[in-house]
């Protein structure tokens, strides 16, 4: 059974910073394409940024040089650094694992917060 476990959500003013951990089990990681997505209340869930594994990346327009995704496959984790952080960066943030277009069911995911 495939499971994503993200943490490191929480309450951040604006311009502060953030790193989430997105830990999986039941693949095999380092075949897997690793996202992260985002739903804010009211909006359709929308992807964050995506790694390939080879270490490649592509990113929103909008978090583009302020976040940055990185893995370790070593530990089956994926990791999304968040810096310069705005309110419309508020959403639940959540993984995934990818390949051949296939995505697995979601996780609970992390709240994140930024507001003054």
């Known amino acids: 059974q495939v499971q994503f476990v993200e943490s490191g959500g929480g309450l951040v003013q604006p311009g502060g910073s953030l790193r989430l951990s997105c830990t999986t089990s039941g693949i095999t990681f380092s075949r897997y394409i690793m996202w992260w997505y985002r739903e804010a209340p009211g909006k359709q869930r929308e992807m964050v940024a995506?790694?390939?594994?080879?270490?490649?990346?592509k990113y929103r327009d909008s978090v583009k040089g302020r976040f940055t995704i990185s893995r370790d496959n070593a530990k089956n984790t994926i990791y999304l650094q968040m810096n310069s952080l705005k309110p419309e960066d508020t959403a639940r943030y959540y993984c995934n694992a990818e390949i051949r277009s296939q995505f697995f069911n979601w996780g609970q995911g992390t709240q994140v917060t930024v507001s003054s």
């Open positions: 995506f790694i390939n594994n080879d270490g490649s990346s």
